[in-house]
Nanobody, 125 residues
């Protein structure tokens, strides 16, 4: 599967953005899907994951502010980000895992087989 992330941009603190991850090839419902982010000088960190069967886990730092969703008809996964803060500034990556994976492992970068190119989110304070 190929993944194309889009929707990033510059937003003021408290604002919202919606990221999209469009997949080509197999349907996104065939994969566990995740969003990760990487700020300058930091390691890539987990944001949220959506399992094939619809189970969701969020990082504590985004819980209550971010929402992941999937549109199988458009073969796209979305990340709605509300109440953005400066610490959310990062390059955001979507990823897909096609394996048989324990739910807790969906938080881990090495779990994922396929990655999108990343989209920059910058939150100004």
């Amino acid at each position: 599967v190929q993944l194309q992330a889009s929707g990033g941009g510059l937003v003021q603190a408290g604002g919202s953005l919606r990221l999209s991850c469009a997949a080509s090839g197999r349907t996104v419902s065939s994969y566990h899907m995740g969003w990760f982010r990487q700020a300058p000088g930091k390691e890539r960190e987990f944001v949220v994951a959506l399992s094939r069967v619809g189970n969701i886990v969020y990082a504590d730092s985004v819980k209550g502010r971010f929402t992941i969703s999937r549109d199988s008809a458009k073969n796209t996964v979305y990340l709605q980000m509300n109440s953005l803060a400066s610490e959310d500034t990062a390059v955001y990556y979507c990823a897909a895992d096609g394996g048989v994976t324990a739910f807790d492992d969906l938080r881990r970068v090495p779990t994922y087989d396929y990655w999108g190119q990343g989209t920059q989110v910058t939150v100004s304070s």
